[in-house]
């Protein structure tokens, strides 16, 4: 079984990427626990905190990003912008393709930080909501 060879933290990051794609931001601790096959004092060990998973699971989404970045785009900086920033997109959906559970976390991270700054009033909720 997949999860015997599985360290508990790395489980607690891929499902917390899992269901923050299928829930979005509001995914709950035991929900969490539970799609790891673990317990919530684990990930509390591991991660301090809720915020703690949250920010492992987008760290390294964001390392995949620049993984693929780097393969991609920095190889056509002699090129012309466009072929920069064509390549940079390329990347990106590469990394989706490969990996799309930590960048698609990610991405929904970015948007909800974006979100809260333009709507510091709003609740995570309102917003996971306002650009699905």
């Not at 709950?28 to 919530?40: E, L, N, Y």
């Not at 056509?76 to 799309?100: C, M, Q, R, S, Y």
């Amino acid at each position: 079984m997949r999860y015997a060879k599985e360290r508990p933290e790395k489980r607690l990051v891929r499902m917390a990427q899992q269901l923050i794609c299928r829930q979005g931001l509001q995914v709950q601790v035991r929900d969490i626990c539970k799609a790891a096959h673990t317990s919530p004092p684990v990930l509390y060990r591991f991660f301090g905190s809720r915020q703690g998973l949250m920010d492992k699971a987008v760290s390294e989404g964001w390392d995949l990003i620049g993984h693929e970045l780097i393969l991609r785009a920095l190889p056509t900086v002699g090129g012309t912008g466009t072929d920069v920033i064509v390549n940079a997109f390329d990347a990106l959906f590469e990394a989706l393709d490969k990996h799309p559970d930590a960048v698609g976390a990610t991405l929904i991270m970015m948007q909800y930080h974006n979100a809260r700054i333009e709507e510091p009033s709003k609740s995570v909720h309102e917003l996971n909501y306002a650009w699905l």
